[in-house]
């Protein structure tokens, strides 16, 4: 079984900042991609930030220049930092990764259960 747990998250007021970590735990080979999608009330689910076992990095246009994402491979852990955090990134926030698991037999995607980031003063 792989599990993704997520923490970080919370109540910050405009121009803050926040960080939010996701583990990755249990019967894992190896990692591929990983990174952050988040959804607000009414919206679809979107993808924030991503980055490759390489080191890649992808961004949504409305976060570049604010947020970091970045990993540690040797702890199977993605990071997201958030800066000049805006009303607009109140979101839940989840965690994704691609997982060879020998357990499973095979690459798979999990997702985290979700951190709540609210934005507001």
């Known amino acids: 079984q792989v599990q993704l747990v997520e923490s970080g998250g919370g109540l910050v007021q405009p121009g803050g900042s926040l960080r939010l970590s996701c583990a990755a735990s249990g019967s894992i080979f190896s990692i591929n991609a990983m990174g952050w999608y988040r959804q607000a009330p009414g919206k679809q689910r979107e993808l924030v930030a991503a980055?490759?076992?390489?080191?890649?990095?992808n961004y949504a246009d409305s976060v570049k220049g604010r947020f970091t994402i970045s990993r540690d491979n040797a702890k199977n852990t993605v990071y997201l930092e958030m800066n000049s955090l805006e009303p607009e990134d109140t979101a839940v926030y989840f965690c994704h990764a691609t997982i060879y698991s020998l357990l499973v037999g095979g690459r798979r995607d999990y997702w985290g259960q979700g951190t709540q980031v609210t934005v507001s003063s």
């Open positions: 980055i490759t076992s390489g080191g890649s990095t």
